[in-house]
């Protein structure tokens, strides 16, 4: 087994993990603490260290609320826990689980993002332990990266100091973890010219970011987006933070902190710029700075102006429905004036003029309509990878009942229900084998389908296309079906990429 490896920076010492054929090295650096003069830069090469680095316990998490102190945060229940867990602005640290016995094995590589709304979450959660999937024949990176103002700070002084890296530290943290994966993973046994990178929620808009950033051409071969990407026509507007929005919500940041310059900003304690920004009520968020980003990622996917790689997207069946608000049929009809135009009258004849019938017929997965669009849009601009689209489905016990809940597919995916303190039973625990069976497959050749444990083919997945729309449902089991548009979500699809232009 691998246990010890020199990188950049220095040699590093893993730990067995509960399986000691895999390895896990928690807590490596990628970059330079992103401290004093390195606050809102882009991640700066790492510092060297003597001797061996003993590479056994997560490094502190990103500055962020204090997970787990609100219980009737489901979140709190499922796995931000642990109120004390360390927090630091030194966080730009990875970690990598490995089965590879020698560094010349060439095993596929996948690079994960963590979710959480780019305000909170962190790699040492308890469902993102990367020993199962590196059970199937993975190398598994996990990337911190900054949040909420460390990560997405934009203002006129930072863009005068770094233009050609004005904000979007956050993203350019995950960036650069996927460079250094390129660089260093063959010491792992992982082959740098195979990397699927993949995310859920946050995590799967920020695989979106990187898939229609110029800058990240030819870093990697596969992308997996999870819960990351929504089309919306109605109940809330898809917003664009523009630079210049973004610098302007800066300087009003900087007016909280009572601070004038950079200079004075950077000599702050990480702790008064955190709880400033939790209760300041501009936020921060990916920003289409002109670099990084050029436009909107929602106009470069319809545009085709993404990287051509094989796709696995999904969500689960109970999440990101979208809905107007209205309270009667007037205003039903108003606002889907507002949101039609010309086309009001079109919709209106689909979902129909019982008020209560429409507000139910009008109620659709954003989800669904954006990925369905997504493949639409390739198919019109020649791009002809395949896209291998899911619903999650199961039954998730509790007392909470919570149905099929934003996140409540990680379990299952990274196959760590044994973590969870749900009462799952034998179908939950075959759903997840199965799950993590076919990611674990798309990583090694953009192919989900093979064999399950017993050496049975498992249920064919095949990819989606607008005409041959294949779907896997994973319920009590895996099931393939068709995803058959309704006509509201045919309706929708039309005009979402006639919006831009398709």
């Avoid at 800058?215 to 507007?237: C, N, W």
């Avoid at 950077?266 to 209760?279: M, Q, Y």
Wanted: charged letters at 25%; proline letters at 7%.
């Amino acid at each position: 087994m691998i246990r010890q490896v020199k990188i950049e920076g220095g040699e590093i010492r893993g730990i067995p993990a509960a399986d000691p054929r895999v390895t896990a090295f928690k807590g490596v650096p990628f970059a330079a603490p992103p401290v004093g003069e390195n606050r809102w830069r882009a991640p700066q090469p790492v510092v060297p260290w003597e001797g061996v680095k003993e590479c056994y316990t997560f490094a502190p998490i990103s500055m962020q609320h204090i997970p787990g102190l609100d219980l009737n945060n489901i979140y709190s229940r499922e796995w931000n826990v642990d109120p004390s867990i360390p927090m630091s602005e030194d966080c730009l640290y990875l970690n990598v689980w490995t089965p590879a016995k020698t560094p010349d094995e060439k095993l596929p590589v996948l690079v994960w993002f963590f979710g959480g709304g780019l305000r909170e979450g962190n790699t040492a959660e308890m469902e993102f332990d990367g020993e199962r999937i590196a059970r199937r024949g993975v190398v598994v990176v996990t990337v911190n990266y900054r949040l909420t103002v460390f990560g997405f700070l934009a203002h006129p002084q930072l863009t005068a100091e770094q233009p050609d890296a004005p904000t979007n530290f956050g993203h350019l943290d995950q960036q650069a973890g996927i460079k250094w994966a390129i660089r260093n993973i063959a010491a792992f046994g992982g082959d740098p010219t195979n990397i699927t990178i993949g995310g859920q929620s946050a995590g799967g808009g920020s695989v979106i970011s990187q898939l229609t950033s110029p800058q990240d051409k030819g870093l990697f071969q596969k992308a997996i987006i999870m819960s990351g990407m929504m089309a919306y026509l109605y109940g809330r507007p898809m917003r664009r933070n523009t630079l210049a929005d973004a610098e302007a919500n800066g300087e009003e940041f900087f007016k909280v902190l009572g601070v004038k310059t950079l200079e004075e900003a950077r000599k702050l304690d990480a702790v008064i710029i955190r709880d400033a920004s939790n209760t300041f009520r501009g936020g921060f968020g990916t920003v289409v700075d002109g670099v990084f980003l050029p436009e909107a990622t929602d106009k470069r996917l319809m545009d085709g102006n993404r990287h051509n790689v094989p796709l696995l997207v999904g969500h689960t069946s109970n999440e990101f429905f979208a809905e107007f608000p209205a309270k009667n049929m007037d205003e039903f009809k108003a606002q889907a004036k507002e949101a039609f135009g010309e086309e009001t009258d079109e919709f209106l004849k689909i979902v129909g003029d019982d008020f209560d019938t429409a507000m139910k017929a009008a109620r659709i997965c954003s989800l669904e309509l954006a990925y369905k669009s997504l493949k639409r849009a390739d198919e019109l601009n020649g791009i002809d990878q395949p896209m291998y689209y899911y619903c999650f489905d199961p039954e998730i016990p509790g007392w909470d009942n919570p149905g099929t809940f934003h996140s409540s597919d990680l379990w299952f995916f990274f196959e760590t229900l044994a973590k969870c303190w749900r009462p799952f039973v034998g179908k939950h625990y075959d759903l997840a084998r199965q799950m993590c069976n076919y990611w674990g497959n798309f990583f090694k050749n953009g192919d989900p389908n093979g064999n399950d444990a017993d050496g049975t083919p498992m249920p064919e997945w095949k990819p989606y296309t607008t005409e041959d729309p294949n779907m896997m449902r994973f319920a009590d089991v895996s099931t393939p079906e068709k995803a058959v548009s309704s006509e509201l979500m045919a309706f929708l699809m039309k005009v979402y990429l006639k919006r831009f232009g398709k």
